[in-house]
Structures are given as structure tokens and as C-alpha cells.
């Protein structure tokens, strides 16, 4: 098992989820790619007879509010998720032909974050991707 699934799963008992065979087993189909997933492509990772769709679904949005995963969205409107690594909150670059991609440590979302707060508004969260040619596609 990662180290990401092991924090993962130390993460989940902290909210006090059950960490379960199947939520054990989406953690680690989502550790074993460094490209975020759809919860369909989530779902076709995992050992046959893990759990149906609409149960993966529902297991990443628990590990998305419970703060394990990040969540994406690709052009086309897809959500997408990732585990949060040791260095926590990024970003992803995604080529729009090959689909491959980066990850970005950088964000800006502080600053519209602060400017969110001059709105009044509270609980903030954001998502920002950014999308292109990779190299091999450009
Ligand atoms: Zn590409
Ligand atoms: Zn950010």
C-alpha cells in the first residue's frame, strides 16, 4: 500500500468514516495513476465485484468532502479526482488531444479566495485547471 493510501486512510478515520474494502480499494485506484479520474474511469480500475457505480460515486464525494481527494473538472465538464499527496492542494495541466498530464504545485487560489471573502462568502473551495497541446501533440 502507498503512502498516499496510508494517509488517506489515516485521514478518513479522523472524520470518522469506515474504511471499508471498497473505500481501501478506490484509494488505491486513484493512488496508482498520477492523472485524475472520472469515478467511471475510477470505477473500471477496480477489482471486479468491488462495488457498483453509483456506490464509487458516492465514495469519492464522501473522500472529497472529507478532504482525501481533490476534485477536477475536465473541458468537457467531467468531474474528475485525485489523492491529495504529501504536498496537499495542486493543480493539473491536461493535453487536450492525448489527455496526458502535469501536475502544478502552484496556486493562485489565494488571492480569489481573499477575494471571495470580501464578498462575505465562507467555506471556500476552488478548481482550477488548465488545458493545451503537450509537446508530443503541439
Ligand atoms: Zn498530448
Ligand atoms: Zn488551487
Known sequence: MSDDVMHAIEALRE??????????????????????????????????????LVTAYRCLEQFEKAGVVERGVRENGTKVYCLKDEHGHHHHLTCRK?????????????????AAVGFGYTELSHVMEVFGLCPSCG
Open 15 to 52: 472524520k470518522g468514516l469506515r474504511v471499508t474494502e471498497q473505500r481501501k480499494a478506490i484509494l488505491e485506484a486513484l493512488a496508482c495513476t498520477d492523472s485524475p479520474r472520472s469515478a467511471e474511469e475510477t470505477f473500471s480500475a477496480l477489482p471486479a465485484d468491488t462495488c457498483d
Open 98 to 114: 492525448c489527455g496526458c498530464t502535469e501536475k502544478i504545485d502552484l496556486c493562485m487560489g489565494d488571492e480569489l479566495e481573499e
